[in-house]
Every structure is written in C-alpha cells, then in structure tokens.
C-alpha cells in the first residue's frame, strides 16, 4: 500500500492543465491510471490511519471526469484529485475531505458543508440557546493553532425567526461549518504528509463530538437516535 502522494501526480496535473482536451488525455491515460492507482492506496492508508480515531464508514475518490452538462467551464477534466471519508451514520455526523492539487492549491477541509435544512435549524437554535460550548472549542490554542476559524457561506443578515442583535448571531447566520487547511507542493509529497493531515484531522474531535451530540439530540438533550 502507497503510503506517500507520489511526486509525479503534481506533475502531470500540470501538463493535463495545459492540455485539458481528450485526445492528450487518452494518449497519456495508461500514465494516469497508474498514478490514479498510487493516489487510490495513498487515500486508503489515510483511511487506516483515521480508523485509529475515529470509524470511518466510507471512502470516496472522486473520478476525472467533470460534468459540464451545466457549468460553463466545459474543459473535460478536473486538474486535482478529491476524496472524502465519511463518518459512521446516523451517530457520528460530519466528514473529512483531501484535495491535492499542484501549484500550492492542495488543501484539507472538515466540517459541514451542506447541511440540510432540519440540521441547519437545530444548529442554529443550539447557537441561540447557549453558545459557550462551541466557542470554547474554538477558542481551544491547539485547535485554532491548527485549523483557525470558520470557513463557507453565511447570511448577510439574521435568519428567519432569529434576533439580528443577538450575542451569537455571528454563528447563528453561518450556512457552512467548515475548516480547512492549506498545504504546499513540497509538503504534499514529503513522506510525512498523510501522518501530518491525520494529525489535524484528529485535532477536529472535539468539534465533531460537539457537532454530531447536537444533531442526535433535541433541545432538551434527548436522544434522536
């Protein structure tokens, strides 16, 4: 099992981002597919190695291919590899995410980027009930040391049925609860890397815990589940 993110994958992302068209890619498909297969085993090690601290359900790398059904961008191919280990549901809420890209664009993020409205809700009037807890982890050296504070979409203004003047409405009017942390080329392909990313993804525990007794419980603390 590849333990590493192999130096040539930054490489050929590169030359595929000035070649974004099909017929270079098929001709230099056989070279993907290899690197393809490292960058698969590189994840897959990762995945051991969260499995040590947390239970890690699933793990997604996401194909090549772009769907430019919609988008304006019609180039074929992404330039970047994407994956994302999901959490043992319903119990442990939240997911993880790797992004390797050259250029210094890799990053890693966590968090909740989506989450749907019935969650969205339950956050926010937890925010309003008491906002001590979630600050205190965030306020945590270590924690902010290593990923800082939240990123992602948020209203401009209070949401429905909340009080734009209250004392947490800096929370309660955030869309996304995410992190992320950004990497350069040259730490992408150190041999430490994937001990270094499962290091700041345990650092997020406490945020997960936090996060996933919000969302198995009512407002009264009971058990959803």
Known sequence: MSTTIPKETLTFFKKLAKNNERDWFNEHKPEFKAIEAKVKSAYNHLGELMSAHDQIEKIKIFRIYRDVRFSKNKLPYKTH???SFARKKPELRGGYYLHIQPNNESFI???FWDP???DLLRIRKEFEMDDSEIRDILNDKTFKGTWGGFV???????P???DKEHPAIDLIRRKQFIFTKQYTDKAVIADDYLENVNDAFKKIRPYFDYMSDVLTTNLNGESLL
Do not use: V
């Not at 992602?152 to 209070?158: C, M, P, Q, S």
């Open 81 to 83: 590899f994407g994956g």
């Open 109 to 111: 993020a966590t968090g």
């Open 116 to 118: 749907n409205k019935e």
């Open 152 to 158: 992602g979409d948020e209203l401009k203004t209070a």
């Open 160 to 162: 429905k049925g909340f």
